[in-house]
């Protein structure tokens, strides 16, 4: 099984500020690799998927690359509505399989 | 425009059985071969698939829950169910269902559409 590791932990920045999560996977998963934000008490909302497009309304300031076992996503300018988790994503087409990075907190400074 | 709706027991005793259903309204569960999937979050950690069922009755599940869990289709009712069996205080999370997504005639196997999660506590 793929693992998905997160990192910092927690970032702490200002609004304003460029943000850079990173999401390093255990063994290559090419592009299946997808991006969600969750804030407290609400669902995810997937922003990314196949590594480097945004999903449906996600404005053009998060920005996701990557391929194989490395992969970044930043947010160019912070808005206060930017601090929250986000969570990578990996999934196989057969069998079917999906795993979570841990997380990162993104909070304000 | 699709909405996702958890629904069941907040409460489960240890050693029996958690079972929730996802009512689907703006689609109908039996179009389009989209998979319909549980996801869970325990209080303040991360997120854990569990399983999805295909428009056409065909399911695949996380071998983490190993024989545990069954999901199953309702199509008089548009909705989908799942069953976890055996629980303990491990299951108590959020649990999720959502759906993959379509653009461009490809299906995309990530998580677009979400319910707003039911919180499922597993005490005696």
């Known amino acids: 099984e793929t693992v998905l590791t997160q990192s910092p932990a927690t970032l702490s920045l200002s609004p304003g500020e460029a943000a850079t999560l990173s999401c390093r996977a255990s063994?290559?998963?090419?592009?299946?690799l997808a991006w969600y934000q969750q804030k407290p008490g609400q669902a995810p909302r997937l922003l990314i998927y196949?590594?480097?497009n945004r999903a449906t309304g996600v404005p053009a300031r998060f920005i996701a690359s990557g391929s194989g076992t490395d992969f970044t996503l930043t947010i160019s300018s912070l808005e206060p509505g930017d601090f929250a988790v986000y969570y990578c994503?990996?999934?196989?087409?057969?069998?079917?399989?999906?795993?979570f990075g841990q997380g990162t907190k993104l909070e304000i400074k | 425009q699709l909405q996702l709706q958890e629904s069941g027991p907040g409460l489960v005793r240890p050693s029996q059985t958690l079972s929730l259903t996802c009512t689907i309204s703006?689609?109908?569960?039996?179009?389009?071969?989209?998979?319909w999937n549980w996801i869970r979050q325990p209080p303040g950690k991360g997120l854990e698939w569990i399983g999805f069922?295909?428009?056409?009755?065909?399911?695949f599940y996380n071998p983490s829950f190993k024989s545990r869990v069954t999901i199953s289709l309702d199509r008089s009712n548009n909705q989908f169910s799942l069953s976890l069996g055996s629980v303990t205080a491990a299951d108590t999370a959020a649990y999720y269902c959502?759906?993959?997504?379509?653009?461009?005639?490809?299906?995309?196997?990530?998580?677009?559409?979400w319910g707003r999660g039911t919180l499922v506590t597993v005490s005696s």
């Open positions: 959502a759906r993959d997504f379509e653009i461009y005639g490809v299906m995309v196997r990530d998580f677009q559409d």
């Open positions: 703006g689609d109908s569960i039996s179009t389009g071969g989209h998979s």
């Open positions: 069922i295909y428009s056409s009755g065909a399911t």
């Open positions: 063994q290559s998963v090419g592009n299946f």
């Open positions: 196949d590594a480097s």
């Open positions: 994503q990996h999934r196989t087409n057969w069998p079917p399989m999906y795993t």
